[in-house]
């Protein structure tokens, strides 16, 4: 029940929202996705920590298809929905100081969003997924296109095309799936699982490669990430955040709830080339990196960066990979959306974003420098703060698939610190010129949102087993059940 | 029957208001008289009332006469101000309801008279309609055309009824199938002759590629609301009537044909997409989507499964809706700028929330995005096709699809992101109620699509 709760709440508030039309869209919004974080933290409490599928509800739907409304939560769904829930008043938030045109449909579109990704995490349908997975599509489409920056009607019509051909192979892998269920076929997710399991290897390969694709461009992997940099950058901060923060974490959500369990054999055969791609995009995407002027691009890149670590451990299949992944998930929702907020804060003030352009700020404004540092030292994951332990157990995850693509995804780690220390020593150190030199204090909900995600980070680095907790039986269940599938 | 009987007095009802002079009052008699006309049909469900053997009332023909019957009346609804604007108003009413007539007709014969009957009833009234628009050069031409390349196909259907007589001896489809099934392997050449020419003459009438050609200037240059019709209802009929001739008559010789139409389905899918991106006219592309819907119903045919029937009913209901929104706002837009380019639509969003927003729906629908009745309509088809095994045509249909969403976003970018040069609204009042209609439809059939692929 509270799951569907979860889901339609956003939704209704939404809706209130467009009924509503006031002025104050944005307070209504903010309070109505508290409320939403507040339930999901009541379901924490009540979540039991064994591997079971938890909160579940089971409608028939379509049930001449055998599609039903199933939804439900295990530790790894919970947490992302937790991830879910908490940024998104954090993003709300961080646009208190926006002025957007046309806020009501803003918001809304916002909430929209929100009901989406979670039902994406929570669907126990292979339907339902995908329904919720292209859901999530259209409001965020309508948010960079409506509030983006330049050039943004060919930007995301890119993105937008771009994940649609992906989600269209996985429409076909899910067919494939659905046609060779027992007796009278169904989407139901544990059938799903025992069809894929029963395909012979070939057939398994195909499957992996149609879902694969779907996950790879979302997150994005290299090559499929050619979308990612112009989306990011056009998009509205808040829809970049959405994209980044929560958006991105469903491709990865999808490696682990709806491709490695489905088709372990298309694993063995494609996991290889999926974990190398990984492994490529983190060095790529971290020397394209280096070589940014632009602050919010860079962001962009290193993202890319830190998503193909998290694939890599996923698709290394170990309890290490993939719990290193439902940390690291978190963690970089976190100080994404953090990083970002600071590009926004500093193009406010300043009207630029060209990293050369500044310099100084930290003489003029100590205490965004200080909340700037720590989101920095989570993101280049120096120990104590949330990007260590996910790092380290995704690298930890990776050597034991193979000591040498852990070795290059380490370079991840060294070339993250190049270049977010060098655009920090680049931004906020050195002389103050004419552009930063009245660089204005931190408003009040800016100073919220930074203090809130600066202490995220250091609570969860010093003391993250509660969270850990949560996913750690759905985790080594999963992996268990994937390591029997491939005989180890 | 009953729904039958009464269209066609609505009909005349509608000749006689010249004569009796209540021409003004015809509006709400026909909206009345179709919503009776819904009704009556639904009494004919599970009765499977057979009539001299010419038509039956099964559950397959009652249900795609409502799809028919409830499309029409949406699509009254958009066209009240073009029976008003009309010297001959009245005609026109008639012309309208007698093709309803021949659509009805068409989805429910089991002898090919029958269908000929139908085809023509419905093909004959479109001729006129097409050119109602008497003074204008591009009408004139629509229809002439169109009767041209009409009276070709409907010869080749003809020929194909009379060689698959000459080879069985009978028009009745159940009598042809089983003289299919005790002469199996040594059936008359000329049958299969006759399979095929039937074939190009439905192909035509569902504007499948090649057979294509006309519908292009055709669509463009009919009145607006004629377009619609001819987008919604007559395709809806003549693929009701196809897949109803295919799959009872011919189903067992399916092996000489089905190749046949998988090759069609391919290129008219690609050919139907393809050219729409390149036009600049909203209604020649909306004339071009129409093709490449055509493509996507084509592959239920091809897959000629127990999927097939529901996935049809629900695709031309599906599409069908969607077409009607779009029609309608194309046609308030193009009255309100004097033009039907992309251009047209830049800034809907500012001035015409409500438009913009049912404009928007509609395209995702005629797209194929969730939670739309289009998605699951494109969904269920490839779930048809896939069972068949036609694992290669849901791949071009795929990647047709994904061409789709571009000319169809093309018009949302429009909407919501270029300015208008005049911040003028469109006048949308009278249609405010179709609009809501359509959007509520549109919602409900995606996210409870159960109703109806239960029905067949």
């Known amino acids: 029940m509270i799951t569907v709760l979860l889901i339609f709440f956003p939704l209704l508030a939404a809706l209130l929202l467009l009924l509503v039309n006031s002025e104050r869209a944005k307070n209504i919004a903010l309070l109505a996705a508290i409320v939403e974080f507040g339930i999901s933290v009541f379901a924490i409490t009540q979540f039991q920590h064994?591997?079971?599928?938890?909160?579940?509800?089971?409608?028939?739907?379509?049930?001449?298809?055998?599609?039903?409304?199933?939804?439900?939560?295990?530790?790894?769904?919970?947490?992302?929905?937790?991830?879910?829930?908490?940024?998104?008043?954090?993003?709300?938030?961080?646009?208190?100081?926006?002025?957007?045109?046309?806020?009501?449909?803003?918001?809304?579109?916002?909430?929209?969003?929100?009901?989406?990704?979670?039902?994406?995490?929570?669907?126990?349908?292979?339907?339902?997924?995908?329904?919720?997975?292209?859901?999530?599509?259209?409001?965020?489409?309508?948010?960079?296109?409506?509030?983006?920056?330049?050039?943004?009607?060919?930007?995301?019509?890119?993105?937008?095309?771009?994940?649609?051909?992906?989600?269209?192979?996985?429409?076909?892998?899910?067919?494939?799936?659905?046609?060779?269920?027992?007796?009278?076929?169904?989407?139901?997710?544990?059938?799903?699982?025992?069809?894929?399991?029963?395909?012979?290897?070939?057939?398994?390969?195909?499957?992996?490669?149609?879902?694969?694709?779907?996950?790879?461009?979302?997150?994005?992997?290299f090559p499929f990430h050619t979308w990612q940099p112009d989306t990011y950058t056009t998009a509205p901060t808040q829809g970049t955040m959405l994209l980044s923060g929560i958006?991105?974490?469903?491709?990865?959500?999808?490696?682990?709830?709806?491709?490695?369990?489905?088709?372990?054999?298309?694993?063995?055969?494609?996991?290889?080339?999926?974990?190398?791609?990984?492994?490529?995009?983190?060095?790529?995407?971290?020397?394209?990196?280096?070589?940014?002027?632009?602050?919010?691009?860079?962001?962009?890149?290193?993202?890319?960066?830190?998503?193909?670590?998290?694939?890599?451990?996923?698709?290394?299949?170990?309890?290490?990979?993939?719990?290193?992944?439902?940390?690291?998930?978190?963690?970089?929702?976190?100080?994404?959306?953090?990083?970002?907020?600071?590009?926004?804060?500093?193009?406010?003030?300043?009207?630029?974003?060209?990293?050369?352009?500044?310099?100084?700020?930290?003489?003029?404004?100590?205490?965004?420098?200080?909340?700037?540092?720590?989101?920095?030292?989570?993101?280049?994951?120096?120990?104590?703060?949330?990007?260590?332990?996910?790092?380290?157990?995704?690298?930890?995850?990776?050597?034991?698939?193979?000591?040498?693509?852990?070795?290059?995804?380490?370079?991840?780690?060294?070339?993250?610190?190049?270049?977010?220390?060098?655009?920090?020593?680049?931004?906020?150190?050195?002389?103050?010129?004419?552009?930063?030199?009245?660089?204005?204090?931190?408003?009040?909900?800016?100073?919220?949102?930074?203090?809130?995600?600066?202490?995220?980070?250091?609570?969860?680095?010093?003391?993250?087993?509660?969270?850990?907790?949560?996913?750690?039986?759905?985790?080594i269940k999963l992996v268990e059940g994937v390591q029997t599938a491939l005989g180890k | 029957m009953k729904a039958l009987i009464l269209l066609s007095s609505l009909g005349v009802i509608a000749l006689l208001a010249e004569i009796f002079s209540f021409k003004k009052l015809m509006y709400p008699i026909v909206l009345l008289g179709l919503i009776g006309t819904f009704i009556l049909n639904l009494s004919d469900w599970d009765t499977n009332q057979t009539y001299y053997n010419m038509m039956r009332y099964d559950n397959y023909a009652v249900a795609f006469s409502s799809v028919i019957i409830g499309i029409a009346f949406l699509w009254f609804l958009m066209s009240e101000s073009f029976f008003k604007a009309a010297d001959s108003m009245s005609d026109h009413y008639a012309l309208i309801l007698f093709a309803l007539v021949g659509a009805v007709i068409m989805v429910s014969f089991v002898n090919m008279t029958m269908l000929f009957l139908g085809i023509e009833i419905l093909s004959i009234s479109m001729y006129v309609l097409a050119g109602s628009n008497k003074h204008d050069i591009s009408s004139n031409e629509s229809a002439f055309k169109y009767l041209i390349m009409g009276s070709f196909a409907t010869?080749?259907?003809?020929?194909?009824?009379?060689?698959?007589?000459?080879?069985?001896?009978?028009?009745?489809?159940?009598?042809?199938?089983?003289?299919?099934?005790?002469?199996?392997?040594?059936?008359?050449?000329?049958?299969?002759?006759?399979?095929?020419?039937?074939?190009?003459?439905?192909?035509?009438?569902?504007?499948?590629?090649?057979?294509?050609?006309?519908?292009?200037?055709?669509?463009?240059?009919?009145?607006?609301?004629?377009?619609?019709?001819?987008?919604?209802?007559?395709?809806?009929?003549?693929?009701?009537?196809?897949?109803?001739?295919?799959?009872?008559?011919?189903?067992?010789?399916?092996?000489?044909?089905?190749?046949?139409?998988?090759?069609?389905?391919?290129?008219?899918?690609?050919?139907?997409?393809?050219?729409a991106v390149l036009q600049t006219s909203t209604k020649r592309m909306l004339a071009y989507s129409s093709i490449a819907h055509a493509g996507y119903m084509l592959l239920a045919l091809v897959a000629a499964n127990s999927y097939s029937n529901s996935a049809i009913l629900f695709y031309t209901a599906a599409y069908s809706i969607g077409s009607i929104g779009t029609f309608c706002i194309l046609n308030l837009v193009a009255n309100a700028k004097g033009n039907d380019t992309v251009e047209a639509?830049?800034?809907?969003?500012?001035?015409?929330?409500?438009?913009?927003?049912?404009?928007?729906?509609?395209?995702?629908?005629?797209?194929?995005?969730?939670?739309?009745?289009?998605?699951?309509?494109?969904?269920?088809?490839?779930t048809a096709a896939f069972y068949s095994g036609y694992t290669g045509l849901v791949i071009i249909a795929v990647i047709a699809s994904l061409i789709g969403v571009y000319y169809y976003f093309r018009l949302i970018i429009a909407m919501y992101f270029k300015d208008s040069t005049d911040e003028v609204p469109v006048d949308q009042n009278n249609h405010q109620l179709l609009l809501i209609l359509v959007a509520v439809a549109i919602i409900a059939l995606g996210l409870f699509p159960d109703f109806i692929i239960r029905l067949l």
């Open chain 1, 50 to 221: 064994t591997a079971n599928v938890q909160f579940e509800a089971n409608i028939p739907w379509i049930s001449s298809l055998g599609i039903n409304f199933h939804v439900g939560m295990d530790g790894i769904s919970l947490l992302l929905v937790l991830l879910t829930t908490f940024l998104v008043p954090i993003i709300i938030l961080t646009s208190f100081n926006t002025e957007h045109k046309n806020p009501t449909s803003f918001y809304t579109l916002i909430l929209a969003m929100q009901m989406a990704l979670i039902g994406v995490f929570v669907s126990l349908d292979g339907f339902l997924f995908y329904v919720f997975w292209e859901l999530a599509l259209i409001p965020i489409y309508f948010i960079c296109l409506m509030w983006g920056g330049e050039n943004r009607a060919k930007i995301t019509f890119k993105f937008f095309v771009y994940t649609l051909a992906g989600s269209l192979l996985m429409l076909l892998g899910l067919i494939f799936l659905y046609q060779h269920t027992a007796g009278p076929h169904t989407f139901d997710i544990d059938e799903l699982y025992l069809a894929g399991k029963s395909l012979n290897a070939s057939e398994q390969g195909f499957v992996f490669l149609a879902m694969f694709m779907a996950f790879a461009i979302k997150m994005p992997i």
């Open chain 2, 345 to 382: 639509f830049n800034g809907l969003g500012k001035t015409n929330p409500l438009l913009a927003f049912v404009m928007t729906l509609a395209l995702l629908s005629l797209a194929g995005i969730p939670p739309t009745a289009g998605f699951f309509a494109k969904y269920y088809i490839f």
């Open chain 1, 247 to 475: 958006m991105l974490k469903m491709g990865t959500y999808g490696l682990i709830r709806w491709l490695l369990p489905v088709v372990p054999l298309g694993l063995q055969q494609w996991g290889h080339l999926a974990i190398l791609l990984s492994v490529i995009g983190i060095v790529y995407a971290s020397c394209i990196a280096i070589v940014q002027k632009d602050f919010k691009r860079l962001i962009a890149y290193s993202s890319i960066a830190h998503v193909g670590l998290i694939s890599a451990g996923i698709l290394a299949a170990n309890v290490q990979g993939v719990q290193g992944a439902m940390i690291q998930m978190l963690s970089h929702g976190v100080n994404v959306v953090g990083l970002f907020f600071i590009v926004d804060i500093i193009q406010q003030r300043t009207q630029t974003r060209e990293i050369a352009a500044l310099g100084g700020i930290r003489n003029v404004n100590p205490q965004f420098a200080v909340l700037f540092l720590i989101v920095l030292l989570g993101s280049v994951a120096l120990p104590l703060t949330n990007g260590f332990i996910g790092e380290f157990l995704l690298l930890n995850g990776v050597y034991q698939y193979s000591a040498g693509f852990a070795a290059f995804a380490g370079l991840s780690v060294i070339l993250g610190a190049v270049y977010m220390l060098r655009s920090y020593q680049s931004i906020m150190l050195g002389e103050t010129n004419a552009i930063t030199t009245g660089f204005a204090p931190l408003s009040g909900s800016e100073k919220a949102v930074l203090v809130i995600l600066c202490a995220a980070i250091i609570a969860f680095g010093v003391y993250p087993k509660p969270l850990l907790d949560i996913a750690e039986p759905s985790v």
């Open chain 2, 155 to 275: 010869g080749f259907l003809l020929f194909g009824v009379a060689l698959i007589y000459g080879a069985t001896g009978s028009f009745d489809l159940s009598e042809i199938k089983i003289f299919i099934l005790s002469h199996q392997g040594n059936v008359a050449p000329i049958f299969y002759a006759g399979v095929l020419l039937m074939l190009v003459g439905m192909a035509f009438k569902v504007s499948a590629a090649p057979f294509h050609f006309w519908a292009p200037d055709v669509y463009q240059g009919a009145p607006t609301v004629i377009t619609a019709f001819m987008a919604t209802i007559v395709k809806t009929a003549a693929f009701a009537a196809f897949l109803r001739l295919f799959s009872n008559a011919f189903s067992n010789v399916s092996d000489s044909y089905a190749g046949i139409i998988a090759v069609m389905a391919a290129i008219t899918l690609l050919v139907g997409n393809i050219s």
